[in-house]
């Protein structure tokens, strides 16, 4: 499954877009301006995904790579 697709599944899912979730990081902290601060573990990041929007880990991640700028929207 190519990383886009994780997206448009969250999306799916959730009703929530890339540039929501990295709204919504920022209102919760972990991010500045969609961009993860370094002192935000993975963990915290998924677990806020996983409580909050019922994500599995491995969408959890995805959303976090997002975040974390390992990778961006329309990767593969």
Request: charged share 30%; aromatic share 10%; proline share 1%.
């Amino acid at each position: 499954m190519s990383f886009q697709a994780y997206l448009d599944n969250i999306q799916k899912k959730t009703g929530k877009t890339a540039d929501d979730f990295k709204k919504l990081a920022d209102a919760k902290g972990f991010s500045d301006k969609g961009v993860l601060k370094p002192a935000v573990k993975a963990t915290q990041v998924t677990n806020w995904l996983k409580e909050e929007f019922e994500l599995g880990h491995g969408h959890a991640m995805a959303v976090y790579a997002l975040l974390k700028g390992i990778k961006e929207e329309g990767s593969k």
